[in-house]
Antibody, heavy 118, light 111 residues
Framework: EVQLVESGGGLVQPGGSLRLSCAAS????????MNWVRQAPGKAPEWIAY????????HYAASVEGRFTISRDTAKNSLYLQMNSLRAEDTALYYC???????????WGKGTSVTVSS | DIVMTQTPLSLPVVLGQPASISCRSS???????????LSWLHQRPGQPPRLLIY???NRFSGVPDRFTGSGAGTDFTLKISRVEPEDVGVYYC????????FGQGTRVEIK
């Protein structure tokens, strides 16, 4: 069964750092582009980061560029999101999400919650 | 950045009746490879979004045929032929022609 399970969320102070992990099962990360998408309470999802199936190319939303880094470990079949210089507006549920062949997001994890507050 | 605008934001519907949601992009979603990467997703409370339609009009695996996507260029529509109780929730369009952007969502509720 294809599955994505996020972990690593929690409460962090403004300016702090957090590393999110996403364990993939049922498929190899090397066969799909992968994304991180976040959703603040009551808001629409916001795409924030993307890594290609080859792992050679990454893209970021302007809101996180320079602060967040997406990476992966194919040996562990895991995706990561390193988040630095966190702000209150980064508070959200963070989803790991897989791209299908036509760049649609076809598999979502259940999300991990990040709260940035003093 | 491509902006996705959905209308209406709230849609009261009668069970068994049709429903329609519009999504407009701020620029053409035709990719340089000729494809248009527009998809529709449905989200119920407390759950992640679920893919319904990809590449404008292709139904994802397991999606009932009462869901139909259409459109081209900058204007797209999701239609539900007969609304069922499980169709309530929020619907999002998403473009993946240039990075990814979601629409602001349309909340479907039973009238």
């Amino acid at each position: 069964e294809v599955q994505l399970v996020e972990s690593g969320g929690g409460l962090v102070q403004p300016g702090g750092s957090l590393r999110l992990s996403c364990a993939a099962s049922g498929f190899p990360l090397s066969s799909h582009n992968m994304n991180w998408v976040r959703q603040a309470p009551g808001k629409a999802p916001e795409w924030i980061a993307y890594i290609t199936d080859t792992g050679t190319t990454t893209h970021y939303a302007a809101s996180v560029e320079g602060r967040f880094t997406i990476s992966r470990d194919t040996a562990k079949n895991s995706l990561y999101l390193q988040m630095n210089s966190l702000r209150a507006e980064d508070t959200a549920l963070y989803y790991c999400a897989r791209d299908g062949f036509y760049f649609h997001i076809d598999v979502w994890g259940k999300g991990t919650s990040v709260t940035v507050s003093s | 950045d491509i902006v996705m605008t959905q209308t209406p934001l709230s849609l009261p519907v009668v069970l068994g009746q049709p429903a329609s949601i519009s999504c407009r992009s701020s620029q053409s979603l035709v990719h340089s490879d000729g494809n248009t990467y527009l998809s529709w997703l449905h989200q119920r409370p407390g759950q992640p979004p679920r893919l319904l339609i990809y590449k404008i009009s292709n139904r994802f695996s397991g999606v009932p045929d009462r869901f139909t996507g259409s459109g081209a260029g900058t204007d797209f529509t999701l239609k539900i032929s007969r609304v069922e109780p499980e169709d309530v929730g929020v619907y999002y369009c998403m473009q993946a022609t240039q990075l990814r952007t979601f629409g602001q969502g349309t909340r479907v509720e039973i009238k």
